[in-house]
C-alpha cells in the first residue's frame, strides 16, 4: 500500500497546478497521470489551438500586406511546419511540467486511477491511498446523436488539432468557443468554411451585442455562419464530400465540404473512475461538488470539467486552490463570479461578469457604457478598427459587474475589467484612472465616458 496526505487524479492544469500548491505547503502527493502531463488543455486543447490562431493571424495579415505598403509581396504556407511549430510549443510545456513535478518530489504515476473505496485507489495494480483525494479527470467531447455523427471522417477537436492538410472546405457544427476559433483558423489558412450553430447567435454564452458584430466581422472575411439550424444527419456522397443537412426554419437544405468537424461541448470524464465504490454522487452533466469543490463524501473533491461548474482550465486551477485551502481548513476570497473567459477568433472577444441579458433576467437596474474602436487611435495604427468594448454598471451602486469586448487584445482588456471588479471599482473611481495613451486599453476609458 503506497499512502500519502494527498491523491489527485487528473494531471490537467487543475491536476498539476493543485500538486505543485499541496507539495509546496509540505504535503506528500501522488499525481495520476493517465494521459499526457498538461491534460487536455496543454495536449489537446488551449495550447495548440491557440499556436494554430497565432499563425493564421500571420498569414492572414500577411494578405493584408498593401494595407501597410508591401507591394508585389508573394509567400507560401507549409502546413507541416505550422504543425511542427505547434507540437513544438507543446512538448516544451510539458517539459516544463515534468520538471517542476520533479523539483516538487511529486511521485507522478502515469497509470488510469480508479476507486476501491472512499480514501483508496488502485493503479496498474497497486493500491494508493491518502487521506485526501481530488479528481482532476478533466472532459471528452460531446457528438450529437444524429445520423452519420460516429463516422470516421467526423472530427472532434483532437482530431482536427492532428489533421494533415488544410481543408478545401470546412463544415463546422457548433458555434461556440472551440467551433468559433477553428472556423477563424481555417478561415485565416484558406479553408472555405461554414458554421451551423443551433442558437440564435453564435457565442451562446457572450453578450448578444458582441455575438452579433463577431458574426459579422467574420462574415466579411468569408465565414458563413448558420445560426438557428440543427444538425440532422451526416453522410458521405458518391465523390467522398461530406453532406450535412440541417434544417432552419422548418425547412431543410444541406451544405457540402471536404471535412467536418463536430464541436458541440464536452463533456465530464467519470468513465472508469469506479465512483461507486467510494459513493461519490454524479449524474450525467458530472460530479456534484459544493462550493469548497467537495464532493458528498468527506475528503473527496472534484475540480475542473469533472464537475461542470465553468469549464475553462483557468477555473480549474482555481478550484484546485480552494479545495487545498479546504483540506488545510483556510479560508479565502477567490470570486468565481468574477471568471473572465476569451475567444481566439480575429478579432477576439473578451468577456467577465453579468451579461446585459442576464442583468435583465435577474431584475437588475443598470448603466450601460460602449465605445468603438475606429475611434480609437492605437488600434487604427494597428489596422485592426473592428471592434466595440461593452461595460456594464450597477445603478444603484455603481459596481462595474460586466464588461464585453470584441477587437484586438480583447482578452488582455477584459483581464483588466475583472482585475477591477475584483477590486470592487466603481464608475466614479474607474473614471479617474489614467490610461495610456495611445493605447488599446483606452476604449474602456471611451465606455467609461458613454455611460448612461
Known sequence: MNKTDLIIIGAGPGGYECALHAAKSGMSVTLFNGDKLGGTCLNEGCIPTKCLCRNSEVISQFKEGEEFGIDDFTFSVDFNKIMERKNNVVETLRGGIDALMKSAKVNVVNAK????????????????TADNIIIATGSISKSLPIPGHDAEFVMDSTDILSIDHIPESLTIIGGGVIGMEFASIFNGLGSKVTVIEFMKQVLPPFDSDIAKRLKQS??????????????KKIEQNENYEIVVTYETKGKEDCVVSSDLLMAVGRAARVDGLNLEAAGVEYSPRGIVVDDNMQTNVSGI????????????????????????????????????????????????????????????????????????????????????????CKLIFRKDNGLLIGAHIMGVEAADLAQQCADMMNGDMTLEKMQQIIFSHPSVSEVIMSALYNVK
Open 301 to 388: 473533491y472534484a475540480i475542473g470539467d469533472v464537475n461542470a461548474r465553468m469549464m475553462l482550465a483557468h477555473v480549474a486551477t482555481f478550484q484546485g486552490f480552494r479545495a487545498l485551502n479546504h483540506i488545510h481548513g483556510k479560508s479565502d476570497e477567490i470570486r468565481f463570479d468574477i471568471t473572465p473567459s476569451a475567444v481566439f477568433t480575429v478579432p477576439e472577444c473578451g468577456m467577465v461578469g453579468k451579461t446585459e441579458e442576464q442583468c435583465k433576467v435577474e431584475g437588475l437596474e443598470i448603466m450601460v457604457g460602449q465605445s468603438f474602436f475606429r475611434a480609437n487611435g492605437k488600434a487604427l495604427t494597428m489596422a485592426e478598427p473592428d471592434g466595440l
Open 218 to 231: 467574420l462574415t466579411k472575411k468569408g465565414i458563413k455562419i448558420i445560426t438557428s439550424a440543427a444538425a
Open 113 to 128: 486511477a480508479s476507486f476501491k473505496d472512499s480514501k483508496t485507489v488502485v493503479a496498474d495494480g497497486e493500491e494508493y
